[in-house]
């Protein structure tokens, strides 16, 4: 355990030592550092990458046999696990409509509620699953049509041997907002007292940013590290440890269009280490697991709210800025002096 420039107990693995003085921003309080034209940019270009078309529906475990409603890009799926793999296919049935994951599934067909119909993975006409893949982790499904279509989902490399834990919630916003939350690193210490201690740009590039970290553990105890921002495509934002305990432990954050105005953030946290006890920890995964899921879930509670305000602001749901002559004191509110 040592104590930090900043009067922090750091407990992790120490890393190479660093001239403030030399760091981007140095000596720039956050606000000033944190320029809306640099992560418009940035933004900017994430969005330019490709997805193959795919979003992802939720984690590997979550996606069972029993058929489950899910909305996605403004239409209603049903979703189950067949023995071939996850099925996502429209949830109403091809022959009166009737709602499909009300029916049950026998012999890996769904068998519609309604009249018996029974509904393959390969489909029939009028009604057709669309590709699936379930990497271990999260299962997608390729629904955008209106992208260049890819196999399979693109993916950021991960480490093997990991514990794995993911979130899936809901915000008022558009997948660009939690792309925009994640390529303003500034926000953290401020908006996050309760889990980052310290936190400095080493590198702003608009394609990786590259930062110093200081995680509580509990109380005044930290652990550091060195981490990546880049976003692999237009919907995913990828954390990837470089340096210090945890290095190549990733945190994938992607966002899921579930309508107008309405995404799902779904995070998944794929942890490693190289630490003797890692092996036991693996073992005990579905005991870390709710862990790893409540800190992920408390963080994105914040940032969705971050993203959701500014989604408010920039479809002009929220009006931000001078009001107009004399609407202030139409609206009984107190003009700023
Ligand atoms: S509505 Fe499904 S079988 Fe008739
Ligand atoms: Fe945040």
């Known amino acids: 355990m040592r104590r ?15 001239d403030p003085t030399a760091l981007p921003g140095a000596g720039r309080p956050d606000w000033k550092q944190a320029d809306p034209a640099f992560i418009e940019r940035a933004l900017e270009r994430a969005l330019a990458r490709e997805a193959g078309g795919w979003v992802v529906v939720d984690a590997s475990e979550r996606v069972g046999e029993a058929p489950r409603k899910m909305q996605l890009l403004g239409r209603e799926w049903v979703v189950w696990r067949s023995p071939r793999g996850p099925v996502v296919a429209p949830n109403a049935c091809p022959h009166m409509g009737a709602e499909l994951h009300e029916g049950h599934v026998e012999d890996g067909c769904l068998v519609c509620p309604w009249h018996g119909l029974r509904l393959g993975p390969r489909g029939r006409a009028g009604w057709r ?8 982790v999260l299962v ?9 279509p890819t196999d399979r989902p693109i993916l950021a490399p991960r480490p093997r041997a990991s514990v794995a834990g993911v979130i899936r919630m809901e915000a008022r916003c558009e997948p660009e907002d939690v792309v925009a939350n994640r390529l303003d690193p500034w926000h953290g210490t401020h908006f996050h007292p309760h ?13 990786r940013l590259l930062l110093r970290v200081s995680y509580r553990v509990a109380g005044p105890l930290c652990v550091e590290v060195d981490c990546t921002f880049h976003a692999p495509t237009r919907r995913s934002i990828v954390m990837t440890i470089v340096d210090g305990d945890g290095a190549g432990s990733v ?5 899921t269009p579930v309508g107008p105005g309405r995404t799902a953030i779904v995070e998944a946290t794929v942890a490693t280490s190289d630490r003797r006890g890692f092996a036991l920890a693996r073992r005990a995964a579905p005991l870390l697991r709710p862990f790893i899921e409540r800190r992920a879930r408390r963080l994105w509670v914040e940032d969705a709210a971050y993203a959701e305000r500014r989604y408010a602001l920039r479809t002009g749901e929220v009006a931000a800025g001078p009001a107009e002559d004399g609407a202030a004191e139409r609206d009984g509110r107190r003009a700023l002096t």
Request: no cysteine; net charge negative; glycine share 6%.
């Open 251 to 255: 945190v994938e954050t992607h966002a």
């Open 195 to 207: 889990t980052f201690a310290a936190l400095r740009l080493l590198d702003v590039d608009p394609d």
């Open 4 to 18: 930090d420039d900043d009067g922090l107990l750091q407990v992790g693995r120490p890393l190479p030592a660093l």
């Open 140 to 148: 997608w499904a390729r629904l955008r049509e209106d992208e260049r």
């Open 129 to 136: 699953p669309v590709p699936t893949w379930d990497d271990g």
